[in-house]
């Protein structure tokens, strides 16, 4: 399955102030969990990581990363993705896979 993604490091987001009708959805990495771990949001709108934690983390979907994935992400860092498509989409992070969370688009 092809799934739109769009990635970007912390400081753009900080910097671009779209005008956008939707919410972002924010997940926060910290003490090696995805947190909140399932997160549901409409088509286009953007899921926003930050890793909070001392670890490396990433976001990697549960297709070996085929459908999406971000950068390796340190510490204070975020990263960003935006789904076209409805559906269920299960990621992981790729340095520890028993992390683990969900993207529900609807
Ligand atoms: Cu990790």
Redesign the pocket.
Known sequence: MMTRFAAALGAALIAAAPLVAHADAHVTIDQ?MFMPATIIVHPGEKVIWMNKDS????VTSDDDGKSFHTPLLDTGESASLSFATPGTFGYH?S??PD?TGTIIVR
Not at 55 to 58: A, F, I, P
Request: with cysteine.
């Open positions: 090696h670890d490396v983390h990433n992070c340095v520890h992390m």
